[in-house]
């Protein structure tokens, strides 16, 4: 797999990584957990070069970083960038999208003494002495962000995190993480159905040379065709509460599906090679991070590499209409 580099001075990395999020979290919380496979993919990836790992302390909690620990222990450290996250907590007052979500309505924690907290947690679970990106899941309205970013700075500082990174972060408030320390990476959503930071945070990313990790390219699994009514999601699947999976919206967001594969058709390819291969053309350090728990799908994702999509084809994508219904 081709590489980039996260940030102007950060680790190089294969340019599509791996979420690791659904593999203890949000999706089908009813299905037994499968450890050995989850570990098998994490395996498999670092083989293929997708050699960004990404997890958070949100996610479980916890229980996201005790598996790629046990998954990345026995020398397989060595062979990953891995990334990490602090600021999100589930269990406290606000709105939440059910457990195991680490959802943007789940508590914020920005406090310094809260990261200076976490961070050993997060290396004690993962099994390792530092993580190679460590990111602020969400900015916590209720503690100026230079306080927090100045408290992620201390982490690099101690040697426990190599680069800091931000996460669904405005322009604003990564000039104001910056007036602190070097930001490396952004990660945000982005995909066929979310593209919300193409008008000013990733053209500004570029400017800076920061990398942009989007997350969700698949449209959370919609933009494979997997799903095709509300029925075919799992009774205890977080996405069932999403304003786009409802009914009606679902219905009319199917229209979406239906272009993104006849573009694949055309192209030879899979509708997830198509998305993920839309948003690698969106520049040289972006590094999208779909998540799976399936040998396949990781494989397939991986193809979207080699996926070379024409004028054409990157037009007709463009001119998609926007989804219906918010993200959350």
């Known amino acids: ?3 980039t580099r996260l940030g102007s001075n950060g680790p190089e990395v294969g340019v599509i990584g791996l979420g690791c999020m659904g593999m203890t979290a949000s999706y089908d919380l009813a299905a037994p957990r499968d450890d050995a496979t989850s570990i098998a993919v994490l395996h498999t990836a670092l083989d293929l070069g997708m050699t960004l790992i990404d997890t958070a302390d949100a996610y479980g909690p916890y229980t996201n970083e005790e598996l790629v620990g046990e998954a990345l222990s026995g020398g397989q450290r060595e062979r990953a960038v891995l990334a990490t996250k602090v600021g999100l907590v589930e ?3 606000g709105p939440s999208y059910g457990p195991g979500t680490a959802s943007p309505g789940a508590g914020r924690n920005g406090r310094p003494e809260h990261v200076r907290t976490s961070i ?3 290396l004690q679970r993962l099994g390792t002495d530092h993580v190679d990106l460590y990111q602020l899941h969400r900015v916590d309205p209720q ?3 230079e306080e927090t970013w100045g ?5 690099v500082t101690a040697g426990k995190a190599r680069h800091i990174g931000l996460s669904e972060v405005s322009v604003a408030e990564i000039k104001r993480a910056q007036s602190v320390y070097p930001v490396t990476s952004v990660q945000s959503e982005l995909s066929l159905w979310t593209r919300d930071v193409l008008p000013e945070v990733l053209p500004y990313c570029q400017e800076q040379g920061i990398a942009f990790l989007p997350f969700s390219p698949l449209g959370r699994g919609f933009l494979t065709g997997r799903f095709t009514s509300f029925d075919d999601l799992p009774q205890d699947d977080f996405r069932r509460a999403l304003p786009r999976f409802q009914q009606d919206a679902l219905r009319i967001n199917l229209a979406i599906v239906g272009r993104v594969r006849e573009i694949a058709e055309r192209a030879g390819a899979s509708p997830a090679q198509v998305a993920l291969a839309w948003v690698l053309s969106r520049g040289d350090r972006v590094v999208p991070i779909p998540g799976t728990k399936t040998p396949k799908y990781l ?5 979207a590499v080699d996926l070379h999509l024409s004028a054409a084809d990157l037009a007709d994508l463009d001119a998609l209409p926007q989804p219906e219904g918010t993200r959350y």
């Open 1 to 3: 797999m081709r590489t």
């Open 91 to 93: 269990g406290v007052p």
């Open 120 to 122: 050993d947690g997060s």
């Open 143 to 145: 503690v100026p962000i």
């Open 151 to 155: 408290a992620m700075a201390e982490t």
């Open 299 to 303: 494989v397939e994702n991986a193809g």
